[in-house]
């Protein structure tokens, strides 16, 4: 079943569990999974809020988001999904979902 993490600083969403439904929405939508109740339930997101400083870059920068998307081999190379999972899963962690400024590496 398809599932998606996402990682960030505690306090960088709004609406953490909003976040959850919203990206397992995007993924199930992107998947093309019947909508049925077996997929529903299955279809998960789950959103990690790490303890300041547990993120960083070489510089020290702690500005990041990371989202992992795990499916089943070959589910995002059917025509055009990629692009349409790049599209669609771009809104609820870069736009809607901070709490604060949006981070500039996402």
Not at 15 to 27: M, R, W
Not at 32 to 58: C, Y
Not at 81 to 106: G, I, L
């Amino acid at each position: 079943m398809p599932m998606i993490d996402i990682f960030a600083t505690t306090g960088t969403f709004k609406d953490p569990h909003q976040l959850a439904i919203d990206a397992a929405t995007i993924v199930k939508t992107v998947e093309q999974v019947p909508d049925i109740p077996m997929f529903r339930k299955n279809t998960a997101a789950f959103v990690h809020e790490l303890s300041l400083g547990a993120i960083a870059n070489v510089d020290g920068d702690s500005d990041y988001v990371r989202v992992q998307v795990l499916t089943n081999t070959g589910a995002l190379d059917r025509g055009n999904s990629w692009f349409r999972w790049r599209q669609d899963a771009q809104w609820p962690v870069a736009t809607k979902s901070f709490q604060h400024q949006e981070a500039t590496n996402v």
